[in-house]
């Protein structure tokens, strides 16, 4: 499952030992490709990754903190640490195989 972050509150996040997050907003054309992709990983990856939905809109001060100038941008956080980025859609075997690169 998808869980979304408001109140640019990353404390559920970065307790995670693995954590990806979707920078994204509403009206996003490829964020809305996206977002059914990380509905699915999100259910495959359940209890080894935690998947984090960010808009942007409603979380500036985490897009300034993650240095987000393009959407969707996707952070992995490590342990509570970015470790790995990667901005626009992807498929699904490029996500996990980002993921497993950084696990």
Known sequence: MV?????????????EKLALLDFSATWCGPCSMLAPVLQELSEELDGKV?????????????????????????VLLKDGEKVGMTVGFQPKASLKKFI???R
């Open 3 to 15: 869980k979304i972050i408001s109140n640019n509150d990353l404390s559920e996040a970065k307790k």
């Open 50 to 74: 935690g998947v984090y939905s960010i808009d942007v809109d409603q979380n500036p001060s985490l897009a300034i903190d993650y240095k987000i100038m393009n959407i969707p941008a996707l």
């Open 100 to 102: 497993e690169e950084h």
